[in-house]
């Protein structure tokens, strides 16, 4: 069919890696005052499946995801990702006045999770990302079918954990909860 039809809304969902718990508790607090509410929040896990960003983050990385309370509309998550970097940059400048020696103490990745899949924002183009615009790429990271979350050969080591993954079903199960309500 030819109509247009605008896409249901999605969570926003954030990961926060970040070289110490001070560090987490900054990246978490920005977050809100640039997004709204944390309407759920995972574990924190130790981030050691590679030490890509140990120059950069640290020897000790923390990671957590942030589930935003307000739906937003799958088309922003360009600009939100512009955003994210522009947090952390300005973190990166507080935290280095505080006393953290690392120069990127916090990375915040921004993803949308819609009934069916995970889709995570990049600044960096690779044969499985599409162009979204403004200098951004998206991926589908994850799917999720006959009840579980299914991976690629391309997902990320600690995105196919299953800690992650039922958190990631909490935040879908939130989504199902709140296009329902609305």
Not at 16 to 30: P, W
Not at 124 to 129: E, Q, T
């Amino acid at each position: 069919m030819w109509e247009i039809q605008e896409p249901k809304p999605v969570k926003l969902l954030i990961a926060i890696m970040a070289a110490d718990q001070k560090c987490l508790t900054a990246a978490r607090d920005a977050i809100i005052a640039e997004f709204g509410t944390i309407d759920l929040e995972s574990d924190v896990w130790p981030f050691d499946q590679t030490d890509y960003y140990k120059d950069q983050t640290g020897p000790h990385i923390l990671k957590q995801f942030a589930s935003i309370d307000k739906l937003i509309n799958p088309g922003e998550l360009a600009r939100i990702k512009h955003k994210t970097n522009r947090i952390e940059q300005k973190l990166a400048e507080l935290l280095h006045s505080a006393g953290v020696i690392w120069p990127r103490p916090i990375n915040l990745d921004p993803g949308i999770i819609e009934p069916s899949k995970l889709i995570l924002a990049s600044t960096k183009n690779y044969s499985h990302r599409i162009y979204i615009g403004d200098g951004i790429y998206a991926e589908v990271t994850l799917t999720f079918g006959k009840g579980k979350w299914q991976p690629f050969s391309y997902t990320y080591p600690d995105y196919k954990q299953l800690g992650y993954h039922e958190f990631f079903s909490q935040v879908r199960s939130r989504l199902i909860e709140q296009r329902r309500d609305s």
